[in-house]
């Protein structure tokens, strides 16, 4: 990358220096502070920071954070990656990011969704990473459509590359709007937010999946050049060759993170082959899917913030054998507005013994009485395995899923587990 100007420098020294503050006080991980003090120096930093550098940002409702350690993991075939690895995912983390590794040609930035235009147009990224939109934190986020409008607008000014889910109506439309495109067919398993079409707003007409389109307008699901195919456990390459995924990270939407994050890695020159042995390596995101060991239970952390994230939890749970522990918080990191718990079906459930927990336990008990599900509350995950192993001495495994804020208290519980 190209020589910072001097207050730039200096804006990206002082900002480093509070980050390492933060991190020793115990405060936090410095991402967002450090980035703050940097801007208070120089408002442009991040322009700055961006010159000279093959950047990718990664962008959605859920997966951002896997998707940018995937891709991540991946470009370091090549050398450093500058990344926000601990997911703070606005202009102050990007700073923060961008300055601790000022020597790295190579960036892949998660980016939150409202952000996006802002940090494209700072930026000038080599690439753009979309891959799904459905409703999240709705007290204080912008309605999908609207978002989708945003994204469409913004990249239709800049020549960077899109790579794009195709299987998500509002993902591809948005995608459309790029003057050059790489479409993915990552799979789409929550398709309530995505019936109408986002052009017209008629009816998408969905006969035979995952193709869509809209007798009104015409708009079609674009033509695919990579793929993913969960029954194979394989990534589909524009070749037509199939490269066994294998992950250490579970589930239908860790092949689709997976399939999106080769693609990627292919527009840097890497080989499929290649990417997918360097996306095996990983086996955990910021405590996601992490296994701990306590009382001599295994607890597996899965992380769910909405009702598109419950839906894919659901989908990697244990045999009905296995308890589960769901814990729900309402803070502002979470959204305070909790009405999306009945959007999500818990019926899958029915059979299985479930615990409920956090601020709000009150709010998801209600919804698992309206959907037949029998439930016990609990304050914390210690207490859980308590009873269970007063029941059942031979129990050895139990399924946690949380949004973010609970999430984040369990993990601590736990020593902040990577």
Same mark, same amino acid.
Request: overall charge positive.
């Given at each position: 990358m190209s020589e910072l100007p001097l207050r730039a420098q200096l804006a990206s020294v002082l900002g480093r220096s509070a980050a390492s503050l933060s991190r020793a006080t115990g405060r936090g991980d410095g991402s967002v502070i450090g980035g703050r003090v940097a801007l208070k120096v120089e408002p442009d930093l991040l322009a700055k920071l961006a010159q000279g550098r093959r950047l990718a940002l990664v962008s959605a409702t859920n997966g951002k954070t896997t998707t940018t350690k995937l891709i991540s993991q991946a470009l370091r075939e090549l050398g450093d990656v500058a990344t926000n690895e601990f997911g703070a995912n606005m202009p102050t983390g990007h700073?923060?990011?961008?300055?601790?590794?000022?020597?790295?040609?190579?960036?892949v930035l998660e980016v939150d969704e409202k952000y996006l235009p802002q940090v494209l147009r700072a930026t000038n990224p080599a690439f753009v990473v979309l891959m799904n939109l459905s409703r999240d934190q709705m007290d204080r986020a912008s309605e999908i459509n609207l978002l989708?409008?945003?994204?469409?607008?913004?990249?239709?000014?800049?020549?960077?590359?899109?790579i794009a889910n195709a299987d998500d109506p509002l993902?591809?439309? /948005?995608?459309?709007? +790029?003057?050059? &495109?790489?479409?993915?067919?990552?799979?789409? #398993?929550?398709?309530e937010d995505s019936w109408c079409c986002p052009e017209c707003g008629?009816?998408?007409?969905?006969?035979?999946?995952?193709?869509?389109?809209?007798?009104?307008?015409?708009?079609?699901?674009?033509?695919?050049?990579?793929g993913v195919e969960?029954?194979?456990?394989?990534?589909?390459?524009?070749?037509?060759?199939?490269v066994r995924l294998q992950l250490n990270l579970p589930g239908d939407a860790n092949r689709s993170n997976a /399939?999106?994050?080769? +693609?990627?890695? &292919?527009?840097?020159?890497?080989?499929?082959? #290649?990417a997918v042995e360097r996306l095996r390596e990983i086996t955990s995101v910021a405590g996601r899917y992490t296994s701990v060991v306590t009382m001599g239970v295994e607890v597996r952390l899965l992380l769910a913030k909405n009702p598109a994230g419950w839906l894919e939890s659901f989908a990697v749970l244990d045999p009905p054998r296995v308890p589960v522990i769901l814990s729900v918080n309402a803070q502002v990191p979470d959204g305070k507005d909790t009405s999306w718990l009945w959007d999500v079906d818990y019926t899958v459930l029915r059979g299985r013994r479930v615990f409920v927990m956090g601020e709000r336990r009150t709010d998801l008990a209600l919804r698992l009485e309206t959907d037949g599900v029998a439930f016990e509350t609990a304050d914390r995950v210690d207490e859980v395995l308590g009873r269970l192993k007063a029941e059942q001495p031979d129990i050895t495994k139990v399924d946690v899923i949380a949004n973010y804020t609970?999430?984040?208290?369990?993990?601590?519980?736990?020593?902040?587990?990577?």
């Open positions: 700073i923060t990011a961008l300055s601790h590794n000022t020597s790295a040609v190579n960036g989708a409008k945003k994204w469409r607008t913004a990249l239709g000014e800049t020549n960077t590359h899109v993902v591809a439309w /948005a995608g459309l709007g +790029a003057p050059n &495109a790489t479409w993915v067919s990552a799979g789409q #398993r929550w398709k008629g009816h998408l007409k969905r006969d035979v999946d995952p193709h869509w389109e809209c007798p009104e307008c015409g708009l079609t699901r674009p033509q695919t050049t990579w969960n029954e194979t456990d394989s990534l589909v390459c524009p070749d037509g060759q199939r /399939a999106i994050a080769a +693609a990627t890695a &292919a527009g840097y020159g890497i080989h499929p082959v #290649r609970a999430f984040q208290q369990i993990r601590t519980a736990y020593g902040r587990v990577q």
